[in-house]
């Protein structure tokens, strides 16, 4: 039996108000496998988004542990990616610029001929080729969260934290994934897909 990749134990977050701590995650525990769909389901303000800033390491828990890979989670990581509710795409880069940002970074850099490479494939990927040189403003929402996409694909990160709607996470990753023709980086996108996409991703897949 493997261990898991995400392990809450004990999780709670408090916040200063000025009715004293607001508790916004109580005592949570739960573990998740390698490959494994979870979906966390609850009404606004429950902690949802909490917890995912927490193995994105931008929140650090008031008590218990969070543990990915079987080590704390010390902080934010190239082996992570992260789409924003808002979807955080950087208004003062172009759509190409945007998706080369992680690629000039630490662990990610790659040398100039590559990255440009690997936005052209994404732009190509997520319908923005036209527009390459394009500042976010220009864009409709639904181009933005596809920018934010190839973003945190480019990066090349070992898992996707999404913070978005279940059903917007499913239509990207699920038209993303039909319009790659290499089997390869299908695998790839598979294995990358949003946590709420991922079983109805693998069920498309074994019946094409």
Known sequence: MTAPRIVFDRVCVEYPSRHGALRVVDDVSYT???GEFVAIIGPSGCGKTTMMNIVAGFVTPTS???LLDGQPIAGPG?????IFQDYGVFPWLTVRDNI??????????????ERDAICNRYMA???????????PKMLSGGMRQRLALARAYARNARGLLYARRW?????????AWRQEPDVRERLRLLRL???????ALA???ASR
């Open 167 to 175: 059903r917007d996470a499913l239509r990207l990753a699920r038209d």
């Open 32 to 34: 998740i496998g390698d």
């Open 64 to 66: 218990g542990r969070v």
């Open 78 to 82: 190239p082996d992570r990616g992260v």
């Open 193 to 199: 897909a949003p946590l709420a996409a991922r079983s």
């Open 203 to 205: 069920a498309m897949r």
């Open 100 to 113: 080369a940002f992680g690629l000039t970074l630490g662990a990610n850099r790659v040398g100039a001929g």
């Open 125 to 135: 990927l997520m319908g923005l080729t036209d527009f390459a040189d394009a500042w």
